[in-house]
């Protein structure tokens, strides 16, 4: 009997399996022209021919619709096409019409201005237009003193009818002239209204400028109805530590022909004045005193030397004054403490030596003043003020620079003083 193995039976059975799956393929081709095979292409897909532009061609394809304001100016400039396909017909029936369009213009973009960040075309200046000249200049008044400009000082006046006060209010100076060989200087001002106020006020000394801002205010009271007589000085000195200030310049300001029914500004130049002029508008000169200062911190001590005085004035023509000086603590007003030297006998240039000492604390010691004066002891009648000064924390110019340097030095200060009314 003949016998079958098993590859002879595998082989008996796949050829009907083969013969079947190759007569559905051959099917497949026949029946769809091979288009279920295109799907399963294997390796890479040649490249694609390029398509033809869309104005050769018949059939114009709508682009992707664009948002609202999202339009370009090579989408204006690009057109559209000149043949259009009626929509709806079957491919066979379809109709061509050519439709030519008109040109698109955009009048807004067309007529665009130049960019502020675009350059500038020169030759659309006009050299004669007034944009390009400069402004005039303001006319220059004549000044009330001679002599050469030594800067320009800028102040404010305002006055009160009502309670009588003038006001003044010192800005700031410029282009000083420098006094020593540092090349700057250290100014303050001293203002008074003569000749019915000879009361002098002094502004703070500023360091190192020629070009100050003082922004203080001083207050005169003057009557309404003589307010036109006066005259405003305003003096300016180069604060010098080792000797006597140096004298910058003067600004006189009559208020004869001044309206001061509202705030006035008023610039003026700084002049040197002459030497009759200077007699006739200065303040009296009362002399000046000398003095140290210096504060003992752990035994909350306040030590006031008295040094000297010189050019004191005389009681009478003939009569040297009998001075001696009289040291006042005040607090709020108030006079809390005083103690005074001995007197020196018929003398204009006395020389003291004295030290006054004061207990006073720490943190009391910024709410203090002292009041400095010199008087004459008159033995018959009463005792006569010779002149005085102010030394505090609210004090202005060499006095403030006095207080400052004790609280800040470890040593004994001492300076000179101009003594006032």
């Not at 595998?10 to 769809?32: E, G, H, M, Q, R």
């Amino acid at each position: 009997m003949y016998r079958i193995t098993g590859l002879q039976l595998i082989l008996l059975c796949a050829v009907p399996f083969v013969t079947i799956l190759i007569t559905l393929l051959f099917l497949c081709l026949c029946c769809d022209n091979g288009k279920c095979l295109k799907r399963y292409r294997f390796g890479k897909e040649p490249q694609q021919k390029k398509k033809e532009s869309i104005t050769s061609s018949l059939i114009y394809v709508t682009p992707k619709k664009k948002k609202k304001n999202d339009l370009s100016l090579s989408d204006i400039n690009r057109g559209l096409p000149d043949t259009f396909v009626i929509p709806g017909t079957p491919p066979a029936h379809r109709e061509v019409v050519a439709c030519q369009q008109p040109p698109i213009s955009n009048p807004r973009i067309m007529d665009r201005q130049h960019s502020m960040t675009s350059k500038l075309d020169p030759t659309t200046f006009d050299p004669s237009s007034d944009m390009y000249k400069p402004p005039p200049e303001p006319p220059r008044k004549k000044s009330l003193v001679e002599g050469p400009s030594l800067g320009i000082l800028n102040f404010e006046l305002k006055y009160s009818p009502d309670m009588n006060l003038l006001t003044l209010r010192l800005i700031e100076a410029r282009n000083l002239q420098p006094q020593d060989f540092s090349g700057t200087a250290d100014p303050y001002c001293k203002v008074t209204i003569l000749p019915n106020c000879p009361k002098t006020m002094q502004s703070k000394v500023l360091r190192k400028t020629l070009n100050p801002q003082f922004k203080e205010s001083f207050v005169f009271e003057i009557p309404e109805f003589d307010i036109h007589r006066q005259t405003v000085k305003i003096q300016l000195y180069d604060f010098d530590q080792f000797s006597r200030d140096d004298y910058i310049g003067d600004v006189l300001l009559p208020l004869d022909n001044v309206d001061l029914s509202d705030k006035l500004e008023v610039w003026k130049e700084i002049k040197k004045l002459k030497e009759k002029k200077m007699k006739n508008m200065e303040v009296p000169n009362l002399g000046d005193i000398m003095f140290s200062l210096s504060y003992l911190e752990t035994a909350e001590r306040l030590n006031i030397v008295i040094l000297k005085a010189r050019n004191l004035k005389q009681v009478s023509e003939k009569k040297d004054p009998d001075p001696y000086v009289k040291v006042s603590v005040f607090h709020a007003g108030k006079r809390l403490k005083k103690k005074k030297t001995t007197s020196k006998h018929s003398i204009v240039h006395p020389v003291f030596n004295e030290a006054l000492v004061f207990n006073v604390s720490k943190n009391f010691l910024k709410y203090l003043k002292l009041e400095v004066s010199v008087i004459h002891d008159n033995r018959v009648g009463q005792n006569e003020v010779l002149g005085k000064v102010i030394v505090g924390p609210d004090s202005h110019g060499e006095e403030l620079a006095h207080w400052n340097d004790m609280i800040t030095s470890s040593k004994a200060v001492a300076r000179w003083h101009r003594l006032f009314p």
